[in-house]
């Protein structure tokens, strides 16, 4: 029953690679050109409005660039990705340790 139990592990594998995350959610959110303001991000995502600014800060932290932006006429704030960090690229040492 080998078979059985490399079908199941294949399937959780694909599960776990098709699972989009909140931060996933929220990037999507921000890339749009207009963004979004923390009470639409707060409502969407279903989180409280400090844990959403928490996520901003962790995205900024993560080098995504955000941009606040103030509206003229006195309304909420809306944030948006300016620009994403680029992904690492491999070094010699990074292939060393995952070589096995």
């Known amino acids: 029953?080998?078979?059985s139990?490399?079908?199941?592990?294949?399937?959780?594998?694909q599960k776990k690679q098709s699972r989009v995350?909140?931060?996933?959610?929220?990037?999507?959110?921000?890339?749009?050109?207009v963004g979004a303001d923390i009470k639409?991000?707060?409502d969407k995502l279903g989180w409280q409005q400090h844990t959403t600014r928490a996520a901003l800060t962790g995205l900024?932290?993560?080098?995504?660039?955000?941009a606040g932006e103030k509206s003229a006429k006195g309304n909420a704030s809306k944030y948006r990705i300016l620009s994403a960090p680029f992904p690492e690229q491999p070094t010699?040492?990074?292939?060393?340790?995952h070589a096995g």
Do not use: H, P, W, Y
Not at 5 to 13: E, L, P
Not at 22 to 30: A, C, T
Not at 92 to 97: L, P, S, T
């Open 60 to 66: 900024r932290k993560a080098g995504f660039q955000i």
């Open 1 to 3: 029953m080998t078979t």
């Open 5 to 13: 139990s490399n079908t199941q592990k294949s399937d959780a594998k």
């Open 21 to 33: 995350t909140k931060k996933d959610q929220l990037i999507k959110l921000l890339s749009g050109k």
């Open 40 to 42: 639409v991000l707060s």
């Open 92 to 97: 010699a040492a990074n292939e060393a340790d």
